[in-house]
């Protein structure tokens, strides 16, 4: 497997972390969700330092130097601050409520509350009776 992050610093472009949102909800989600060997993509954003970005995982690194569906860089106006490639030691899936992971999030989310950034959130352990564990 293989994971790419990459990130944008938004300040010198038109784009907004809320007009990305609308690309995301109206064209980009539904494009990569038809991506070969495209296991996970998850966007990101900071409104505090109006950073935003994306981590991505591939079944293999060929998978990953595909062409991809996105018009982010042309939205944007100029190429990530930051892009980085890194084999995938290990991946697990964790306890969970949700079942669907596809389509959640601030853009998917009317009143923008879903976001958590900068808070520690707490998560299931590995069985009932163990402590939650803290995410940063």
């Known amino acids: 497997m293989h994971a790419v992050i990459v990130w944008w610093d938004l300040?010198?472009?038109?784009?907004?972390?809320?007009?990305?949102?609308t690309y995301l909800r109206e064209e980009s989600?539904?494009?990569?969700?038809?991506?070969?060997?495209?296991?996970?993509?998850?966007?990101?954003?900071d409104t505090e330092t109006n950073r935003w970005g994306a981590v991505l995982l591939f079944e293999t690194v060929e998978a990953s130097q595909q062409p991809l569906p996105s018009r982010a860089l042309e939205l944007i106006g100029h190429p990530t601050a930051v892009a980085h490639s890194f084999d995938v030691e290990?991946?697990?899936?964790g306890r969970y409520?949700?079942?669907?992971?596809?389509?959640r999030g601030r853009a998917f989310d009317e009143a923008g509350e879903t976001s958590t950034a900068g808070t520690p959130t707490t998560v299931a352990g590995p069985a009932p009776s163990s402590p939650?564990?803290?995410?940063v």
């Not at 409520?97 to 389509?103: F, S, Y």
């Not at 939650?132 to 995410?135: C, M, N």
């Open 11 to 21: 300040s010198a472009s038109d784009q907004t972390i809320e007009s990305l949102r």
């Open 29 to 45: 989600v539904a494009a990569f969700s038809e991506v070969p060997g495209l296991r996970f993509k998850m966007w990101l954003s």
């Open 90 to 93: 290990a991946t697990v899936e």
């Open 97 to 103: 409520e949700t079942q669907q992971l596809a389509r």
């Open 132 to 135: 939650p564990r803290r995410v």
